[in-house]
């Protein structure tokens, strides 16, 4: 198929926001409110009314401020959850916004469950019980309402960079032979985050049941790299524990119905290990298997009839196939435990910590260039809420520097940019021969399970593997230029699997140069197995050279107060 | 695969602009094929989140589990309310279970 026949278009907005999710609708809400004199366009790959992470729903709101916590407290509390490194000025911003966006939710229909008080009925600290298998389609009809112009079924492939400034998006329609340059004074990415780097735990036809959702393929990461985006805590992969073969939610039990983690014995374990954090019960869990004594489970025989329809119905809101597993063993939860695994990494800032590296208006290193959501580095914890409360942040700051004078583009100059890019960005269409983009994205996923630290290595690293991933990714970055594609769907997933290269690239060399172990599973060294707050106190953050092909890795100090973990 | 599309009950809404399950997939996975009826392209791509399933006007979209994961023949159908969600879940016998999940608030 020759690539003359794509239409090319040029299209212009103020506020350009990539991708409909939390962080984006919420983002392209308070630009809309805060000027609506303003044009904003929400580009999205999907359909923004099930797009992304909340596609299936939610059956709690993970990250509120009950009656005794404040924003400085939510701190302390992702501070101990992050083993003391943690960019505190982003989440507390963060924290900050994170109850008005949760009643922003209920205003706009969101089936919150009050008490008597007409407070939110609390599930935990720093969360709220809800009714959300419909929270897309809410805030998809509450961006509608906003003004904003949506559009569905294009994917943004590279930022448009002029004079050192992002001044728009090259995408292309993933059902249509058609691409365009979106032109922008303000670009805000909420890409979310980056699944498909590492093996997964299901084979075959359940290759895609997980955690993370599997259509984010790390874009905004792969974007800002390729513009030259300081990017930060690519080492710190978020492992998610969750219930064996279906990949659902563990908190649903754990917190929804309060049931212990025990072993095969029966015993509880967790106290064991003095774990308190999320990755010391995932490693918790794996030491208990390698000792001989798993598999580990969530108690749920001690549950009565009541609780286990009850945790029926909160996993319908979100996770709806742990009731064919149920129906498929012919069992009810309270009838056995729910046996517990952890899933393969995924690069995230919402859970972990990598991303984009930012200041407190969300702004990137790059000029025009501001990020929220999963694609964010440096504040954990965020959930929905938090990725809504950094979308309003960057939308604000984004509002705030719209005053600045931009040299005017010519029609012109944007087409030449759009044709020049067209050239680059088609070019597995023209490719006759070479690698299917799933084929070389299994390689990728081999590569980085077997070398950097996925499942079939209990996650852990170390140097001489590391190494040897390195080189076998350096192959993998040559064979992107061999992707080839036949039509629109194709070349997207050509892209997604090229970004996803370059992630991996990221990755490895952020394993590499962080010689301790701060984070269990996460970030685990077998030659540094010690947590080395001396020396390692500090954000590992990078860039990547496109002249030179390499990324470039660099330490930031940590800019916190003091840390006490010796507590709960 | 774990989304199965009953061809015998999918008319593939041919009044629709798009069919509401093509629309919603977040991976954009379905497809009509030949005879005009929805079909999931890529089947192992697919995420389970019943986005389709409760979409789907004439309840002719099911999940179950695939295979590999432990799936035994369970299926489960959602119809959507305006208050909620209609689930009928129906095991490997063949039993059926009702459950009524609220999912938005009627003010």
């Not at chain 1, 070349?491 to 996803?500: C, G, M, Q, S, Y």
Request: glycine residues 10%; neutral net charge.
């Amino acid at each position: 198929m020759s690539t003359h026949r794509w239409e090319l278009e040029v299209k212009k907005t103020d506020v350009l926001v990539i991708g409909g999710g939390a962080a984006g609708i919420y983002a392209a809400v308070t630009a809309r409110e805060g000027n609506p004199e303003l044009s904003v366009t929400v580009l999205e790959k999907a359909h923004v009314s099930r797009s992304g992470c909340l596609a299936a729903g939610i059956n709690a709101i993970n990250a509120y401020l009950n009656p005794g916590e404040t924003a400085m407290s939510f701190l302390d509390y992702v501070k101990k959850e992050n083993h003391g490194l943690v960019r505190d000025d982003l989440v507390l911003t963060m924290a900050q916004g994170l109850n008005s966006a949760t009643d922003r939710l209920y205003d706009w229909g969101l089936p919150l469950l009050k008490d008597e008080a007409g407070r939110y009925l609390a599930r935990g600290k720093r969360s709220v019980r809800a009714n959300g298998e419909r929270i897309k389609p809410i805030m998809a009809q509450a961006l509608r309402a906003s003004g904003a112009q949506v559009l569905n079924r294009v994917n943004a492939v590279n930022l448009f960079v002029k004079d050192g400034r992002v001044r728009g998006v090259f995408a292309c329609s993933t059902r249509e032979e058609k691409m365009y340059l979106v032109l922008a004074k303000a670009v805000i990415c909420t890409t979310g985050g980056a699944a498909g780097i590492y093996k997964p735990n299901n084979p075959g036809a359940a290759r895609h049941k997980m955690w993370y959702c599997p259509f984010n393929t790390g874009a905004g990461y792969a974007m800002g790299l390729r513009a030259g985006a300081e990017m930060t805590s690519f080492e710190m992969r978020f492992i998610a524990l969750r219930t064996k073969d279906t990949i659902s939610p563990t908190g649903t039990i754990a917190q929804g119905v309060r049931v212990p983690q025990v072993n095969a014995l029966g015993e509880e374990y967790l106290h064991r290990y003095g774990a308190r954090t999320t990755p010391e019960r995932l490693a918790a869990t794996l030491a208990e298997n390698m000792a001989g004594r798993g598999p580990c489970y969530l108690d749920t025989a001690r549950l009565d009839k009541e609780a286990s329809s009850m945790l029926k119905d909160a996993y319908l809101n979100m996770s709806p196939s742990i009731l064919l597993k149920w129906a498929d063993e012919e069992a009810e939860p309270h009838d056995k435990p729910v046996e517990i695994c952890g899933s393969e990494p995924y690069i995230v800032g919402g859970h972990g910590m990598a991303g984009f590296w930012v200041d407190a208006g969300r702004r990137t290193t790059l000029p025009g260039l501001y990020a929220a959501g999963d694609v964010a580095g440096g504040a954990p914890k965020k959930y929905v809420t938090g990725s809504m409360a950094e979308g309003e942040l960057a939308a604000l700051a984004a509002l705030a520097d719209l005053g600045e004078d931009l040299a005017p583009l010519s029609e012109r100059e944007a087409r030449e940019a759009l044709e020049a890019e067209a050239e680059a960005v088609l070019l597995p269409l023209g490719q006759d021969s070479g690698f299917t983009p799933k084929a070389l994205q299994k390689r990728l996923q081999k590569v980085m399970d077997e070398y950097a630290g996925g499942i079939s290595t209990g996650y852990r690293v170390a140097e001489p593997s590391l190494m040897q991933a390195r080189q076998k990714l350096r192959q993998l970055a040559e064979d992107v230029a061999l992707l080839q594609a036949k039509n629109p769907r194709d070349l997207t997933a050509a892209h997604e699997t090229a970004d996803r290269v370059l992630i991996a690239r990221v990755v490895v060399e952020h394993l590499l140069h962080r010689r301790e172990s701060r984070w269990p599973c996460y970030q685990e060294r077998l030659d540094y197995p010690e947590r080395d707050d001396e020396k390692w106190l500090k954000f590992v953050n990078s860039r990547y050279d496109n002249a030179g092909d390499t990324v470039v890795v660099m330490e930031r100090p940590y800019e916190g107060g003091a840390f006490d973990d010796s507590s709960d | 695969m774990t989304v199965r599309i009953d061809g015998t009950v999918c008319d593939g809404c041919p009044h629709a602009k798009e069919a509401p399950c093509m629309r919603v997939c977040p991976g954009d996975l379905l497809t009509k094929d030949s005879s005009g009826k929805a079909a999931i392209a890529m089947p192992e791509d697919c995420w389970d989140c019943a986005a389709c399933v409760k979409e789907c006007p004439r309840d002719a979209i099911s999940l179950f589990l695939p295979t590999e994961a432990g799936g035994r023949g369970s299926t489960l159908v959602a119809r959507k309310k305006t208050d909620g969600v209609q689930w009928t879940l129906t095991d490997r016998k063949g039993k059926t279970t009702r459950i009524f999940t609220a999912g938005k608030k009627v003010i």
